[in-house]
Structure formats: C-alpha cells, structure tokens
C-alpha cells in the first residue's frame, strides 16, 4: 500500500507537523515544482487572493485614458444627467413658486389685520362722526362749513375773505390776446 507522500510526489526534504494555522507568509515564497498549489495535506478552503495569469489572457498596458468600461460609465451618468434635468428643474421652479406665493400669502395676511383693525377703529361713533365730516363733508347743527377751493389757506379769520392778490405779470400773447378781445368789444354798439 502506497503512502500519502507516494501519491504527491517524491518527498524533498523532511516533512513539518502541520499546526492547522494557515501561514502567512506562504503566499510570499516560491512553490517547489511539481507540487499543486492549494493542495495540502488537509481539506481548507481555497485561498481566492492571488490569480495566476496564463498566456492566453492579453495584457492591457495600465496607462490608458479611455477604457470600454469608463466610456460606458461616463454615457450613463450623462444619459441620467440628461434624463433628470427636467424633474429637477420642475422641482426648483416649483419650490420658487412656493417660496413666491407664501411672501403674497404673508402680504395679504399682513393687510387683512390692518383692515381688521380698520374696522375695529371705524365701530367708534366718535372716529366715524370724524370720517363722515372729513371724506363726506358732513355737518353738525351748529357747526360752519369751510371750503378752500384751491387748497391755499387764507389768513386772517374764517368767516372773512382775503383781500385779492397782485396781478401776474402777463406773457405777451396773453396781453395780445386782452387787446383784440377789448378792440372787439368796442366796435360793437
């Protein structure tokens, strides 16, 4: 009956116990020819750092600024910039709607507590005798009604009338214009 060393091989060299640790510096050394890596005496799983390249597979130089891969990432993240513009617009222009509409809405609100408090002062009989003597023109028994026309305000007392002010100095087609209409009036029986 064959041995276990029979089967792998000649041994080299005299065999180590194993301590069922994996070393950590095996994937550092050179394995002995003619021996399988991974093939040990017991069963452990397979190590997956390291891969062996054969010489079917082509070697690709590191160096190159485009690859398939990075080309086709680049199109996607475009094609979802591309495809998101719209919505995030939409959204931004909505948002500034939103923002616009609660500033009127804060405004009007604003005015409504000032004619609510409008409204408050005008349920005073005394505040709304003073409106209706002010906007309406309306007059108490007893009282006078003074009118100024021309929004100047006379001197002296109220119940006299000023004295008439000064001519202007009229222009010279004003004073043209007095002279045919007197020449006018005197031709007339």
Do not use: C, K, N
């Not at 394995?31 to 991974?38: E, I, K």
């Not at 591309?82 to 616009?100: F, H, K, M, S, W």
């Not at 609660?102 to 408090?117: H, P």
């Amino acid at each position: 009956m064959a041995g276990l060393g029979d089967r792998r091989g000649p041994r080299r060299g005299p065999r180590r116990a194993s301590t069922g640790r994996p070393l950590a510096h095996a994937a550092s050394r050179p394995l002995p020819t003619g021996r399988v890596p991974g093939a040990g005496s017991r069963p452990e799983a397979r190590r997956t750092g390291r891969r062996i390249r054969t010489a079917s597979a082509p070697v690709r130089p590191r160096h190159q600024l485009f690859t398939g891969r990075g080309v086709l990432l680049v199109g996607l993240v475009l094609l979802l910039a591309l495809t998101l513009a719209g919505p995030v617009q939409q959204y931004l222009a909505g948002r500034a709607d939103i923002a616009r509409l609660a500033a009127e809405g804060a405004e009007l609100d604003q005015r409504i507590a000032e004619q609510e408090a409008r409204l408050a002062e005008l349920r005073d009989p005394a505040v709304l005798a003073r409106e209706a003597r002010e906007r309406f023109f309306y007059v108490a028994e007893g009282d006078r009604l003074i009118r100024v026309v021309d929004g100047a305000e006379a001197d002296g007392d109220a119940g006299t009338v000023p004295e008439a002010a000064a001519p202007r100095p009229q222009t010279w087609y004003d004073a043209l214009m007095g002279s045919l209409g007197t020449a006018d009036d005197l031709g007339q029986p």
